[in-house]
């Protein structure tokens, strides 16, 4: 069974500062993917980034980073330069390799970011 | 750039009644989910949809839930007799192959 684990639940952080949201994720398969999405206040949900698990190479998009280290399972996210706009809850998710597999989430990480 | 619609945004409906939850997938996609999220609380998923049968279902997916293509664009969940723990965000979703899902903006329920 696989199995999502993000322990922050909440952080709060001062508008500029970096945070990292962690990700911690169990499974047996050997070919899997792994994923963040943002939900902003207003409920959708936004696709943030897709890993794949044979694929370790850390990857940045502008402000935002992700580590992913199979080692450990652990794929966490982080923010450089905070903004008030990035307070949401954050889900990192996996699925297992295969055409209609299901996304598993993690219970997700609510950021506040403040002036 | 395509994007899964959902109707309604919000419905409200008394406990017992039937509620049918509208999505149009990405038009070239071939696989489809539903998803909930009761408030605060994680997504879940409910059930994978393709070729016209069901993929794989959760454990909330019961007899009272259905999913249907009933033409070449919708993609519903019928819950045949609401419950008041039924009250939740439902999220469909669309994908083409093993890429990342693409979730509608979702349909908050509300059963009084």
């Known amino acids: 069974a696989q199995k999502v684990t993000q322990a922050q639940t909440e952080i709060s952080v001062v508008e500029k500062e970096d945070v990292t949201l962690d990700c911690v994720y169990e499974?047996?398969?050997?070919?899997?993917?792994l994923f963040w999405y943002k939900q902003p206040p207003s409920g959708e949900l936004v696709f943030l980034i897709r890993r794949n698990s044979f694929d370790e190479q850390n990857e940045i998009s502008g402000r935002y980073s992700w580590n992913f280290q199979k080692s450990t399972s652990s794929f966490n996210f982080t923010i450089t330069a905070s903004q008030v706009v990035d307070s949401a809850v954050y889900f990192c998710?996996?699925?297992?390799?295969?055409?209609?597999?299901?996304?598993?989430f993690g219970t997700g990480t609510r950021l506040q970011v403040t002036l | 750039e395509p994007e899964v619609t959902q109707t309604p945004s919000h419905q409200v409906t008394q406990m017992g009644q039937e509620v049918i939850l509208r999505c149009v997938p990405i038009?070239?996609?071939?696989?489809f989910y539903w998803y909930r999220q009761i408030l605060g609380q994680k997504v879940e998923f409910l059930v994978s949809?393709?070729?016209?049968?069901?993929?794989?279902k959760s454990e909330i997916f019961d007899d009272q839930f259905s999913v249907e293509r009933p033409d070449g664009s919708n993609f519903t969940l019928k819950i045949r007799s609401t419950k008041l723990e039924d009250s939740a965000m439902y999220f469909c979703?669309?994908?083409?192959?093993?890429?990342?899902?693409?979730f509608g903006p979702g349909t908050r329920l509300t059963v009084t």
């Open positions: 499974t047996r398969d050997t070919t899997y993917y």
């Open positions: 979703a669309s994908s083409d192959s093993t890429w990342g899902q693409y």
């Open positions: 998710a996996q699925r297992r390799a295969g055409t209609a597999s299901k996304l598993t």
């Open positions: 038009s070239n996609h071939l696989y």
């Open positions: 949809f393709y070729n016209n049968e069901i993929s794989e």
